[in-house]
């Protein structure tokens, strides 16, 4: 059994209801629970401003799953919940991204993990931070250390 921290974001279509979605499917992957999940956050976009604020967390997966088998079921789920792929950094009905695969480190054609952009993001390392204090970073250090880095004050818990 692995443990896996997936990060979910929404800004389109009732964010908090596609969040909510997106767990129950999570749930009903075979192989797989839901061990843990974050607080809901509400965070302005990173990237470009002209879309509107997301809603973020993050989930705790214990899973007996590939990590490459994961992630079909992770893209079936973000395909169900109407996600479209046309604008890089554009916003999204669904996002789920496979954040740590227990302390695997892999870099292939379809998965960077950890994920390449998480010690950089508020919206990730808060949530995390909330369901896994002691987290480490494989190659990156310590969620805690980057938060108080990081400026994630502009999120706002929600639930
Ligand atoms: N910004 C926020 N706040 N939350 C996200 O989930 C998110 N996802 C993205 C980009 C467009 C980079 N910006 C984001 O993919």
Redesign the pocket.
């Known amino acids: 059994m692995i443990k896996v921290y997936i ?1 979910l ?1 929404s ?1 389109l279509d009732d964010p908090q209801s596609q969040l909510k979605k997106a767990i129950i499917a999570m749930e009903m992957v075979p192989s797989t629970s839901v061990a843990k999940t974050s607080s809901f956050y509400r ?6 401003q002209d879309q509107p ?2 809603v ?1 967390a993050v989930v705790e997966l214990d899973t007996e799953l590939s990590a490459s088998v994961l992630l079909d079921y992770l893209q079936a789920i973000e395909n169900d919940q109407g996600r479209e792929r046309k604008v890089k ?2 916003a ?1 009905t669904l ?1 789920l991204d496979i954040l740590l695969f227990g302390d695997e480190i892999i870099n292939d054609d379809r998965l960077q993990i950890p994920h390449v952009e998480m010690q950089n993001r508020g ?1 990730v390392l808060l949530p995390l931070n909330e369901i896994f204090s002691d987290c480490i970073i494989p190659g990156v250090g310590s969620v805690s250390s980057l938060l108080q880095q990081d400026n994630a004050d502009d999120l706002i818990k929600l639930t």
Not at 43 to 48: L, N
């Open positions: 990060g974001g800004n965070s302005k976009p990173v990237g470009p604020n997301y973020n950094w554009g999204r996002d919206f």
